[in-house]
């Protein structure tokens, strides 16, 4: 039997700040009684040096040494250890690199366990490297590296297993909380090494601690980062590739086992709101850690836990930067690909606190907080439309414009303002890709617009010094900003690039696509870019279109236009810019059959002295002279975009005799696999030919065409060339994304819109080639019926819309005059009622006429009559102005009145006067009072007088009026002619008028008395309120004088006892013989009394 003993020296590690750091040391080669009887000298030379415990551990100055029961040891290569426990693991368990401190890491295994003995253990061996042991040091070292396949692999070391097995039953058992706090801290520093171990023997330990050993934070922390090193793969040290596979395997085992019981989670989370800095930090790297390596199940674990998402809310608050940015990680794997956990984080006021750190952290020029935030962020608006939406809503789209001012251009790009910038771009992307709802897309791109956004990222675009790959990105983010948003693709069609002269921004970028030295990335961002600002843009398309025409190309040639540069990469010698051009001015006619029919008005000069000819043409032509695979798919992309629904494009193409023999021939042959593709796309614009055909062309007629694919072809082998399109492996690819993504420009084959072009016409194309004569003959009336059909529908609807248009204008023009008749007919209602007024005081004055003049008379009587009125207005004129004279006069006295009652105010008494000023100031108020009552009742008097006046005044105009409209009546008619009656009549209405007028001046004179009365009467009121006032003041002094004399007689009454006490007490001494002094003075005071009573008054009560 060979033994072996171990001493493990526990060290302080300055590294792990004051964790310790075991070293162990493994001495072999005694036997039996031997290594007893070293083991009890080795024990009593440490007892007696280190005064120790017998059999327990015994404490040096940073040393622990462990001592182990006595008795001879298996050997290594027969001892079973316990492991892995029974229903864990796999059919074979992979264990990390078991390190020594001079050593890399070696790789081991355990082997697979005997099925036939499940539960049972497994044997480890330990393999050493000959030679391997350290002179002197009876060390054996491990080896470095694993042997690779299967056999015997480096085993666990019985040492470690014994010494963590010790430090376990000390977590156990021990009753005093520092020594567990210390094996705890232990089991730490030994965790890393032997991971495995600790993680089989300790992992239930540690979870009790953190059940039971709460109230103390140090050794929760002990715990958590012991369990933190065992479940996280993370090394700092370089392993080789199976040995980081086998340590992965080894940390989902063990989160396995840690979240078998859910009620571990939710401790852990209850941990995280400890502020303890040793146990809130620790706790963020485990939940990490866990989430990493098994991320679904812990999600639902926390899911369901209450409070659990909201706990981890709070560490965005922390105010300690490495929690706050752990935080930040453990959101990023809670959050990755679980929409309902996204929700709730969102809804937790999220995104608010990322951008504030953003902002902290100073945005784009900030650190790896910075990108740690952005990913988070993207993990929560990444496919989750109730996330973006309630993004747009906060209005924090509006925040993201100042991540993108990057500054001076002489600022410097930093590698990690790079990958933030890259990370902002492509958030902003996310809420604009073309994979989100259209409706949510579009009101992104509104707001981005409206904010500013938009024009800060054509700002970057046209911007020098910016990276490549920043540039790209931008190109395809402003790409997305715009597509199908007409009013992004209006601004973006006005910016132009700061050059000498300024040229719009989409030239700059298509010289850039056609120029074949530019980065491919960068060439496939900007055919991009110019595929969405034509989406949905008839009219960008026009504009496109417009500049290849005659009537608009530059005949100096000082500018070149965009239609200019497609051509030119059209016809290029470089393959992938004609691929380029291609695609896009396929873009510039994509469902738009005006421009269709308006390119087939372009011509080109392709050489001197040759005549012109049209760009249809010269496509074919380039297309028939066998260039590469890629330039001729890109010109049969643009070929069959250009003739699809477009039958005048058909004719023209057809026209050209040699393109049909250059199709079938195409087709017709029997070519290798590159050329499979360019023959199913003649087969595609052959039949594109065949359907939207017009039959306008007697020799290339439906079935003319459809006879020839027949013979030369075959129907089969056509629609099997025709397949080849559908079944490539590009055009799959293509078809996922608009976004032209390739690896590498031999991928650019196809285009995003093209394909859903061939999967629209691959089925039609296909039944219009098996459709007989007869059936076509019967399609073409049905298609003519439908169209006609469709006609009348249009026709009708025109005039349905026009009719609503009509409608509407009328109902508009109807609401219009309604208000205008209701206006008028007020009008007209307030005319007939004066109309009416002025008849019938015409009718009263012809009656008073009438009345006073007789028949021969009746001028001379009225002149007579209009004589006096004149005399009575000045009368009545008069009396007026005497009105208002007397008016004047009594707003004078009245204001004198005023200024007399505020001197009465201002001179009246204050309290605390004597007897006598208040008796002559009562005097002088009844004096007033009197006067003030005669004259208000003389003011009362002239305003009855005035009243009357006015009232006498107003009976003598009514009686004028009267005699006049009896005057009117009076008037004779018969006898006289016409022109005379009609001059009278135009005189006595002038009078009339005349009358009416001062009446009505006179009207207004009387409103004004009036109301000139009422002030007056408002004023004496206020006078008459202030005499009460006063007299009730004088009442008050009135009250107060009697007190005074009523108070003055009972202190006359009082003195007087008094003195009467006094000359009896004085009597009283006398007769007791005592002398009194001043006899004398006292009878002249009683004579002076007796003669004079009111002057001894007044001294008596001068004394008092």
């Given amino acids: 039997m060979q033994g072996t003993r171990v001493r493990a020296l526990v060290r302080e590690d300055p590294i792990c700040c004051g964790a310790t750091k075991p070293v162990v040391e493994a001495v072999s080669g005694l036997r039996g009684q031997e290594l007893q009887q070293s083991k009890r000298r080795w024990w009593r030379r440490q007892e007696s040096a280190e005064c120790g415990l017998g059999g327990q551990a015994l404490r040096r100055t940073g040393e622990v040494i462990f001592s182990f029961p006595t008795g001879p040891v298996e050997p290594v290569a027969e001892r079973q250890d316990e492991f892995p426990p029974r229903g864990y693991g796999g059919s074979e368990c992979r264990t990390p690199a078991h390190r020594s401190r001079d050593a890399k890491p070696a790789a081991r295994r355990l082997g697979p366990a005997d099925n036939s003995s499940a539960g049972r253990l497994v044997v480890v061996r330990e393999w050493y490297r000959p030679g391997s042991h350290r002179s002197g040091a009876g060390v054996a070292r491990p080896v470095s590296h694993a042997p690779r396949g299967r056999g015997p692999v480096p085993p666990v070391s019985p040492v470690s297993t014994l010494a963590i097995q010790k430090l376990c039953d000390r977590v156990a058992s021990s009753t005093l909380l520092d020594d567990r706090r210390n094996a705890v801290r232990a089991l730490k520093s030994l965790s890393k090494k032997y991971r495995l171990e600790v993680g089989i023997q300790a992992m239930e330990h540690l979870i009790h601690v953190l059940q039971t050993d709460r109230s103390d934070s140090e050794i929760i922390g002990y715990a958590l980062d012991t369990l933190y090193n065992i479940i996280s793969n993370d090394e700092e040290e370089e392993v080789e590739e199976n040995s980081t596979r086998q340590s992965e395997d080894l940390g989902s085992q063990f989160t396995e086992i840690f979240i078998k019981q859910q009620e571990n989670v939710t401790l852990l989370l209850s941990l995280l709101e400890e502020f303890d800095f040793h146990v809130r930090w620790p ?210 069609a006005s910016v132009n690039a700061p050059s000498n002269p300024p040229r719009p921004a989409i030239v700059v970028l298509l010289m850039s696509m056609v120029n074949e030295r530019q980065p491919f990335v960068l060439r496939c961002a900007v055919l991009y870019c110019f595929q969405c600002f034509l989406y949905k843009n008839q009219k960008g398309q026009g504009e496109i279109v417009s500049t290849l025409l005659p009537s608009t190309i530059d005949a100096t040639g000082n500018s070149v236009s965009a239609g200019q540069l497609l051509c030119g990469g059209l016809f290029s010698t470089d393959s992938l810019s004609n691929w380029c051009a291609a695609v896009a001015l396929a873009h510039a006619l994509q469902e738009n059959a005006t421009q269709k029919e308006q390119l087939l008005r372009v011509q080109l000069a392709t050489s001197i002295g040759n005549p012109p000819v049209s760009l249809l043409q010269q496509c074919t032509n380039i297309l028939s002279q066998g260039s590469k695979i890629q330039t001729r798919v890109g010109l049969l992309m643009l070929l069959c975009t250009w003739l699809s629904n477009c039958p005048i494009a058909v004719t023209h193409f057809l026209h050209n005799s040699a393109n049909v023999p250059f199709l079938t021939g195409q087709i017709a042959e029997n070519l290798g696999e590159e050329e499979q593709l360019v ?426």
């Avoid at 963020?284 to 812990?298: A, E, I, R």
């Avoid at 054509?458 to 490549?468: K, R, S």
């Fill in 283 to 492: 706790g963020v790297k485990l939940l990490t850690s866990l989430l990493k390596q098994l991320g679904p199940q812990v999600q639902q674990i926390i899911l369901v836990s209450p409070m659990g998402v909201s706990r981890l809310m709070d560490l965005l608050a922390d105010s300690r930067e490495v929690i706050r940015n752990d935080g930040v990680l453990l959101l990023q794997a809670l959050t990755r690909s679980n929409g309902a956990i996204q929700k709730i984080v969102a809804f937790e006021n999220a995104f608010e606190r990322l951008l504030d750190i953003i902002t902290e952290e100073g945005n784009s020029d900030g650190g790896i907080v910075v990108e740690d935030c952005l990913i988070l962020l993207q993990n929560l608006l990444k496919n989750n439309n109730s996330n973006q939406n309630f993004f747009k809503e906060g209005s924090y789209i509006q925040r993201m414009k100042p991540w993108f001012e990057v500054g001076d251009e002489n600022s410097g790009w930093s590698a990690q303002k790079v990958t933030n910038l890259h990370l902002m771009l492509q958030l902003v992307r996310v809420l604009v890709s073309p994979n989100n709802p259209p409706g949510a897309t579009s009101s992104c791109q509104k707001a981005m617009f409206q904010c500013g956004l938009l024009q800060q990222l054509c700002t970057i675009l046209m911007a020098t010094g910016v990276p490549a790959d920043i540039l790209t990105e931008t190109i395809n983010t402003v790409s997305e900003v715009i597509r199908g948003c007409q009013v992004n693709q209006d601004y973006f």
């Fill in 679 to 1104: 023959q199913g796309l003649c087969a595609l614009l052959l039949g594109i030919s065949i359907y939207f055909n017009d039959n306008s062309l007697e020799s290339y007629m439906k079935e003319k065409l459809k006879q020839l694919i027949e013979k030369r072809i075959g129907k089969e082998n056509f629609i099997e060339k025709l397949g080849f399109i559908s079944k490539h492996e590009l055009y799959s690819r293509a078809s996922q994304k608009p976004q032209p993504n390739f690896p590498s420009p031999e991928y650019m084959i196809f285009d995003h819109e093209f394909t859903k072009l061939v999967k629209e016409l691959e089925g039609v194309i296909t039944k219009a080639i098996y459709k007989s004569s007869e059936e076509d003959k019967k399609e073409e009336e049905v298609k003519k019926t439908l169209e006609q059909h469709d006609s009348i529908v249009t026709h009708y609807k025109n005039m349905i819309r026009e009719q609503d248009l009509q409608l509407e204008e009328l109902k508009q023009q109807i609401s219009t005059l309604k208000c205008q008749n209701e206006q008028l007919q007020t009008a007209v209602t307030q005319q007939v009622s004066q109309i009416q007024q002025h008849k019938d005081q015409y009718n009263l004055l012809k009656v008073q006429l009438g009345k006073d003049n007789q028949h021969q008379g009746s001028y001379s009587d009225g002149a007579q009559m209009n004589g006096i009125q004149p005399q009575e207005v000045g009368r009545l004129r008069e009396e007026i102005e005497e009105l208002k004279s007397n008016q004047e006069l009594l707003q004078s006295q009245l204001a004198e009145k005023d200024s007399f009652i505020e001197n009465l105010k201002s001179s009246q008494p204050s309290p605390g006067t004597n007897e006598q000023s208040s008796a002559t100031a009562s005097a002088r108020d009844s004096e007033q009072i009197a006067e003030l009552k005669q004259e208000l009742a003389t003011l009362k008097s002239q305003l009855n007088s005035q009243s009357s006046e006015i009232t006498k005044l107003q009976t003598e105009k009514q009686e004028l009026l009267q005699k006049t409209e009896t005057f009117a009546k009076s008037i004779p008619v018969p006898g006289e002619s016409e022109t005379v009656i009609a001059t009278k009549t135009t005189d006595v209405e002038g009078r009339l008028s005349a009358l009416l007028q001062e009446t009505k001046e006179l009207k207004n004179e009387i409103k004004a008395l009036s109301e000139e009365r009422t002030a007056i009467k408002e004023q004496l009121d206020s006078s008459n309120s202030t005499i009460a006032i006063l007299q009730n003041e004088k009442n008050k002094l009135e009250v107060d004088i009697a007190d005074s004399k009523k108070e003055q007689d009972d202190l006359l009454v009082l003195l007087a006892d008094q003195d009467q006490k006094i000359f009896s007490l004085k009597n009283k001494l006398k007769e007791l013989g005592h002398p009194v002094e001043e006899e004398d003075e006292l009878e002249s005071g009683d004579q002076d009394d007796e003669d004079d009573e009111d002057e001894d008054d007044g001294k008596e009560q001068g004394h008092i």
